[in-house]
């Protein structure tokens, strides 16, 4: 009995004076049928509800009530001066006329093929040359997270030192090998190839912590019993590290297809001219991307319809890679048990 | 057993050394113009080294252009995301991690399909409703976001908060905190490493953001770093040495705050690649 009320005495103020007479069972029957049944909303549920409510402003104000009226717009016309007025799929079917529109889906998937893959083999290879316990290992992450934690608009000036056509490191290197010099994003056929490098070398340092994470829960064993077997570094690398780590890999996938398929702070400050957003995407529309040109159409030429449109169009495209490639997840991701 | 962990390890040392110089070269030539005149700057062929260093190109910047004013807008667009991120998204992960109200679940997984959602499809009715709330050219469309709970932080802050035993409930309660006050005084300072983690990523994208301000922004003086010295290179042909410094200047403040808290962003880096 005494054992019973010791726990109660430590909060005398809480449980006031007569209480402390009853048992702890008695409380606990006294308190039980309070909550959950009769109220619908209990005190709990009530600060809840308060707590979660800047959540909820957001989802209501900034995503329902946005997709519901981004959708509306994608089958009006609206300049933002005048109301938005109905005109049904007239802008999906000027959008499939326009010769400027499949110009920057085509960029879009170039910049993503050549993108995706070429980050995700690097990166991979970086993360596993840096998972051992190496000397100045920090370091070495330092250096690679430099352009990570750079905007763009250092980038482009970092950039300049390499690729300016007339000063940059890029051709100065090209005319001592007796080449050509190139003039790398003025030039129609490189625009894209230039940008993907560029966009590799900034994101590269991210993949590579995202791909070391996944390798740090690879068991050692395993390279050890691939050890005796007298396998090769590339062997192990090909059979041991590349499979036991296809889960992260399958999801910097999606991740990176998803992020660069909707690029456009690079593509601005790299091919626009000081920030003039009509100027972006050259030369002669070679770097045109769907984000940019949705941004020309909506912001520059204040056609909000339009520019809807075109955001519906890539959020269904997205919608469908993100489909395939979780489809095809089962054929290679191996999952461990 | 030695010796193929040893040819290992310098292959390795070879292939991380190798991309390492390929990220800082560009950096050290980009400084390296920074510290030039004009006409050494463009010369033909190239002059790597500046002759002299002219490190005035610095002081230059800070009195020919309004860089101070883009500085103080970045600061204060920055300070206050970072705060709104952290006062919302811990309050909003502690009612869904550790409280129970109605439509939990159902509410929790939209915050889960919100972050599949592609912005693009939200940006043009976003710039309608602060077109309409009169925010426009005005810096609020640019940090008032963050005060909503963004997703990525709710999921940071739940898993943090999660992993605290109930016991400390239990005792707040007891105590006569209520659910507020427990969330405030005792769990919110139990999760320091996820809070800096939340501070670090929000500072990068805040100070490097670029399409918001393209959006939202007209006027010069309320302009931000990045596309203020974006903005300077049209009025500025011929002083290019100039613009390359003043990039290189808006690196300085994040790398500080970087290298202070590397630790959090590997760990931030490494935990959005598990989820």
Redesign the interface.
């Known amino acids: 009995m005494s054992d019973n009320l010791k726990p109660k005495n430590e909060f005398p103020d809480q449980q006031g004076g007569n209480k402390q007479k009853k048992s702890r069972l008695t409380l606990a029957k006294q308190k039980k049928p309070k909550p959950p049944k009769k109220k619908w909303l209990t005190n709990e549920g009530k600060w809840g509800l308060f707590m979660i409510s800047p959540y909820l402003i957001q989802f209501i104000v900034f995503i329902a009530f946005t997709l519901i009226a981004s959708l509306y717009f994608s089958f009006s016309r609206y300049d933002m001066l005048n109301a938005p007025q109905w005109i049904g799929l007239d802008n999906y079917d000027k959008l499939i006329n326009d010769p400027v529109f499949w110009k920057s889906l085509w960029n879009t998937i170039y910049f993503t093929v050549l993108f995706v893959p070429t980050q995700t083999i690097l990166a991979l290879i970086l993360a596993t040359a840096l998972n051992q316990s190496l000397k100045g290992l920090k370091l070495y992450r330092m250096a690679h997270f430099i352009p990570v934690i750079s905007s763009w608009t250092v980038v482009l000036y970092v950039a300049d030192a390499i690729f300016n056509p007339r000063f940059g490191l890029a051709n100065d290197l090209l005319l001592k090998l007796g080449m050509e010099p190139q003039q790398w994003l003025n030039d129609e056929n490189l625009v894209i190839p230039v940008l993907v490098a560029v966009a590799v070398w900034k994101g590269i340092g991210y993949m590579m912590i995202i791909f070391l994470a996944g390798l740090q829960n690879v068991p050692e064993d395993l390279y050890e019993a691939a050890d005796i077997e007298g396998a090769g570094v590339l062997q192990k690398f090909r059979h041991v590290t590349v499979p036991l780590i296809s889960g992260t890999t399958f999801l910097v996938l999606v991740l990176s297809t998803i992020t660069t398929f909707q690029a456009f702070e690079q593509i601005y400050v790299m091919t626009g001219n000081s920030g003039d957003i009509t100027a972006a995407g050259g030369p002669n529309n070679a770097s045109m991307v769907l984000m940019l040109y949705l941004f020309q159409q909506g912001f520059a030429f204040l056609k909000m319809g339009y520019a809807s449109a075109i955001a519906w169009v890539l959020f269904l495209i997205l919608f469908a890679i993100t489909l395939v490639q979780v489809k095809l997840q089962n054929k290679w991701v191996h999952y461990e048990k | ?1 030695k010796n ?1 962990n040893r ?3 310098i ?3 070879l ?3 190798f ?2 110089l ?6 050290v ?2 400084a ?2 920074s510290l030039k005149s004009y006409t050494q ?6 002059e790597w080294i500046p002759n002299p260093f002219k490190w005035e190109n610095y002081i230059e910047v800070w009195r020919m252009t309004d860089f101070a004013q883009y500085g103080w807008n970045s600061l204060v667009v920055t300070v206050l995301s970072v705060l709104g991120a952290l006062f ?1 998204c811990s ?2 992960a ?3 991690a550790r ?4 439509f ?1 679940n159902s ?1 929790f997984v ?2 889960l399909g ?1 972050l599949m ?13 602060f ?1 309409n709330m009169g925010f426009l050219d005005t810096l609020v469309p640019l940090w008032i ?1 963050e ?4 997703p990525f932080g ?1 999921f940071l802050m739940r898993q943090a908060f999660l992993s605290i035993p109930k016991s400390y409930e239990e005792a707040a309660k ?3 905190c ?3 006050q427990t ?1 405030w005084r005792i769990f919110l300072p139990m999760c320091k490493p996820q809070l800096a983690t939340l501070t670090i990523f929000t500072f ?1 994208t805040k ?5 918001a301000p ?2 939202y922004l007209s006027s010069e003086e309320k302009f931000t ?3 203020g ?7 500025w042909f011929g002083k ?1 040495q100039y ?2 410094a003043a ?2 200047m ?2 300085i403040p ?2 500080i705050v ?2 202070f808290t ?1 630790k959090f ?2 760990r931030g ?7």
Do not use: C, H
């Not at chain 2, 939200?122 to 409703?129: E, G, S, V």
């Not at chain 2, 010295?229 to 009025?235: E, P």
């Open positions: 057993m193929p040819k290992r390890k292959i390795s040392y292939v991380i050394t991309s390492a390929i990220m800082l070269t560009p950096f030539a980009a390296l113009n700057y463009t010369a033909i062929p190239v919302s309050m909003v502690y009612a869904f409280l129970e109200f109605p939990k509410l939209m915050v919100t959602i592609p912005p693009v499809v939200m940006i043009i009715p976003q710039f309608i409703i077109k976001l005060w909503l709970a963004q709710v007891l105590d006569g209520s659910p507020f969330y990068m100070w490097n953001e670029i399409m393209v959006i770093l990045p596309i010295v974006l903005s300077m290179s049209g009025a290019e613009l390359v990039a290189l808006t690196l994040i790398l970087f290298l590397e962003f590997v880096a490494s935990s959005s690649g598990l989820k």
